[in-house]
């Protein structure tokens, strides 16, 4: 009979919790026809006689890892254990104050934005939060004009006066149309046409992926939107805020419960086999954790370049895009979006690289196939739940990745009550026996 307990995210299902295996407090081990599998894949180590080790061992301090380490202390009153290599809780949403005291994000700026009432009603457990609409402006032929594209971008761009009734049908007289939309490059050409594609999106595309938008997928671009009125905030959602005191403080906040112990600067390689648990909750790169055996995943990554200085503001809004100039594509302001009152200001500039740590998957058809080859393999690991963007290999938002979590925590919850069903009803054939 298959025990096993398939929780990995898009693809969860619970099988039976009937089964022999059932030692450990409530989460099943992975089926023995997996025990022994090829690869380096690390396998749950026996718990010890006195209830010692861990139920979960989490890898990753980031969202993914730190909302469900979260859920299934305080609701399952599981023992968990989260590993992360870097020296920090966060992951890439990290805050911390620089030598001059200001608030900046190390990984890049971080901007919480969501429809979910649930992400925010959950999040809002931990942190109180600080209204904030972000604001770009793109740096194109010698002025700043708002992206996402609206109508004061083009009047500005070509000095013209057209009303928002008016912009509609300069976009469709300039729209090159497509009967499929594929690309990146489908997406902004087929509404607003080549020229405006030319001067907001190709460069910064290329830039940013080292690929041109017609090798991207059309979910890329589509990313920001077209406007034809004069809304020129970078998000639209029904909720865009920022942690009142930060990110850094709501993680605390979120593991600072006593079933959850946090061992940082450790790669979960070093002691997976050393310390016992029962289930993992793996938040990294998915083609790191199965050794690369189908070969490597994209991913884009970023060099920061951060820079403290000594005057209170630098540009009139959080971020200022570069589409054609320069090697960096953006460079943003923290102050704008933390509302730090401070003397002097922190920005940081992105410069996209190839190599180094993985931020960005890479939105192609031909990756998503590789991807699902590593999923497939994930999906027959009844002992590790695969959880986050890297592990997902999706290009999720913050939100996404806690809505993610929140749902993989239903699943393993509802396999944890049919086990300790199953448990307690064990117990009575047993007493009844005797
Ligand atoms: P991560 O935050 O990447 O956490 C995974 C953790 O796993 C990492 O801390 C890593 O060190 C750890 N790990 C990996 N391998 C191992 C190992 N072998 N052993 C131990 N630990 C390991 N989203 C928004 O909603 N709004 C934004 O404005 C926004 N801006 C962004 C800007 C940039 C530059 C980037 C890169 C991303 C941005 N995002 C934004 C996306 C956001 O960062 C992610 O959605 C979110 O942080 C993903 O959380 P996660 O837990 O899945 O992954
Ligand atoms: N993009 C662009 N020009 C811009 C802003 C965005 O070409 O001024 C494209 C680019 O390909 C980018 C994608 O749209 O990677 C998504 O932009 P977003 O701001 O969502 O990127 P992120 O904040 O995730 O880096």
Redesign the pocket.
């Known amino acids: 009979m298959d025990d096993g307990l398939r929780s990995n995210a898009g693809t969860a299902q619970f099988d039976s919790a009937a089964g022999a295996g059932l030692t450990l407090r409530g989460l099943a081990p992975r089926p023995a026809a997996l025990r022994d599998g090829p690869g380096n894949v690390p396998r749950p180590t026996r718990r010890q006689a006195d209830g010692g080790g861990f139920d979960m061992l989490i ?7 730190s909302v469900l380490a979260e859920r299934l202390a305080s609701q399952l009153d599981l023992r968990v254990l989260v ?4 020296p920090h809780i966060g ?3 990290f805050d911390r104050y620089n030598d001059d005291g200001l608030l900046i994000h190390p ?7 969501t429809n979910s009432s649930e992400v925010v009603d959950y999040l809002s457990k931990f942190t109180r939060w600080r209204p904030y609409q972000h604001r770009v402006l793109a740096s194109v032929d010698g002025q700043l004009v708002p992206i996402p594209i609206n109508l004061d971008t083009v009047n500005r761009l070509y000095g013209l006066t057209l009303s928002a009734f008016e912009l509609d049908a300069f976009f469709d007289s300039h729209a090159e149309k497509k009967s499929t939309i594929e690309t990146s490059e489908d997406v902004v050409v087929s509404r607003v046409g080549r020229d405006l594609y030319n001067k907001l999106f190709r460069g910064y595309t290329r830039k940013q992926w080292g690929l041109d938008p017609a090798e991207l997928d059309a979910s890329v671009a589509a990313r920001v939107p077209i406007r034809t009125n004069r809304d020129d905030r970078y998000f639209a959602d029904t909720h865009q805020a920022m942690p009142a005191a930060g990110y850094t403080r709501m993680f605390e906040a979120m593991l600072s419960h006593p079933n959850i112990k946090v061992m940082l600067n ?4 070093d002691i997976v086999h050393l310390l016992p648990w029962s289930h993992m909750i793996y ?3 998915i083609d ?1 954790f199965f050794d690369y055996r189908y070969g490597r995943l994209p991913y884009r990554s ?1 060099e920061f370049a951060h820079e403290s200085l000594s005057q209170p503001h630098y540009q009139p809004v959080g971020t200022v895009n570069y589409p054609n100039d320069y090697a960096y594509t953006r460079c943003t302001e923290f102050k704008h979006l933390t509302g730090q009152q401070h003397p002097h200001t922190a920005i940081v500039h ?1 410069y996209p690289r190839a190599d180094g740590d993985p ?2 998957p890479v939105p192609r058809a031909e990756n998503q196939a590789l991807f699902r080859r590593y999923q497939a393999a994930a999906d027959l690991l009844a002992h590790v739940t695969f959880v ?3 592990a997902s290999y999706r290009y ?6 806690v809505a993610q979590a929140l749902a993989a925590f239903k699943r393993l919850q509802v396999a944890h009550d049919l086990i300790g069903a199953v448990r307690a009803a064990d117990s009575v054939l047993d007493t009844t026996a005797a």
Not at 60 to 65: D, E, L, N, S, T
Not at 396 to 401: G, P, T
């Open positions: 890898v990753g301090a980031g969202f993914a890892g590993v992360d290599k870097r992951g890439n949403a990984y890049g700026p971080h901007i919480f934005h450790t790669d979960y390689r938040t990294g790169p790191a970023l992105e931020y960005y986050g963007r890297l999720y938002n913050m939100d996404q990745v």
